[in-house]
């Protein structure tokens, strides 16, 4: 079964940490990996964490796990994402639990953004995303780029 994650929603942690899933999430989660997940911090500069249904993750996992384990950057990015790395399962009310150390590396507090990326979803501080958001510049230069992509 192929499924895809993708729009923007503003949403909020609660005192617990909790993060109610958007509805529009909760049942293909359940029915693809019964709402069993994997939480990572990002491998970007920018602090953000990285939510993917567990079957996404294991692929994900093996592609790391091909990169080359002699080169020092490489093997710091996967000591970062591997070694932050939590299993979350979703609960009865669409909520996941992320662990403290977790937000405090993504800055998260009351309000939060999440992102779908396709096969997994990116969550964000509102404020970071925000000033993400508006540092981007499109340029031609980047224009072209994108569309070398096909």
Sequence with gaps: MAIS????SELSLDAKGRLAMPVRYRETLADFCGGDMVVAIGYAREKYLLVYPRPHWEIYQETLDAWPTYDPDVQ???????????DIKMDGNGRILLSPVLRRHAGLEKEV????????F?????STWDETREAMTWSLELAQKLESFG
């Design 76 to 86: 710091m990015v996967k000591r970062m994402i591997l070694g932050s790395a939590s």
């Design 113 to 120: 953004v999440l992102i779908g990326q396709n096969q997994k």
């Design 5 to 8: 994650f993708r729009g923007t």
């Design 122 to 126: 990116e969550l964000w501080n509102q």
